[in-house]
């Protein structure tokens, strides 16, 4: 640990006893990550490694250290990362794209310009059902994309690659 973590604030929220009687923290923890300070840090406490967390948490800029307790449970301290990755920008909606299907297409836009990029993205959508998701790449931001997708009853998630190379987005089709 450095000198700036063992600084750092710490909330710590104990999902133990929502597991043992049988029910789901996801809830819980996302609004406790929602209420952190832009330098704060959650230690989270659970009956098992939550795996699946590691990777909700890395994309909105947190890096993980956990360990199990001898009595069996866990502890996971999620600190800001260095270089966080960039914001994540969401769709009313959205908040729990995490939780999203798996992307049944992906588009790769990032050789076409902005028009042809939106007209092939559209016509795919076209083509999908309420609640399917699509992956996109984009070379950049594609600035009015996120209105056009909200006016048509889409959810989106988007944000810029570990790199800042392309643009990425998440769309769940609406309707359902």
């Known amino acids: 640990m450095t000198a700036s973590q063992s600084d750092m604030a ?4 104990d999902v133990r006893p929502i597991l043992r009687d049988g029910g789901e923290p996801f809830q819980v923890i996302m609004e406790a990550v929602r209420a952190l300070a832009p330098s704060e840090a959650l230690r989270l406490l659970t009956t098992f490694q939550p795996t699946p967390l590691f990777k909700v948490m890395a994309t909105r800029g947190f ?23 960039s914001n994540v920008s969401l769709s009313v909606g959205a908040e729990e794209a995490a939780g999203w299907p798996e992307p049944l297409w992906r588009l790769d836009l990032t050789g076409f310009d902005a028009p042809d990029a939106l007209a092939r993205l559209l016509s795919r959508l076209d083509l999908m059902d309420p609640g399917e998701v ?11 994309l996120p209105t056009e997708l ?4 889409h959810q989106w998630a988007g944000n810029e690659d ?8 998440l769309i769940r089709v609406g309707g359902d």
């Open 162 to 169: 570990g790199e800042g190379k392309a643009y990425r987005m």
């Open 10 to 13: 710490v909330k710590t929220v």
């Open 63 to 85: 890096s993980h250290a956990a360990f199990q307790t001898d009595e069996g449970d866990w502890v996971v301290l999620f600190t800001p990362s260095a270089k966080a990755s």
């Open 150 to 153: 909200s006016r048509l009853g």
């Open 134 to 144: 699509l992956f996109a790449l984009f070379a950049r931001e594609p600035v009015l």
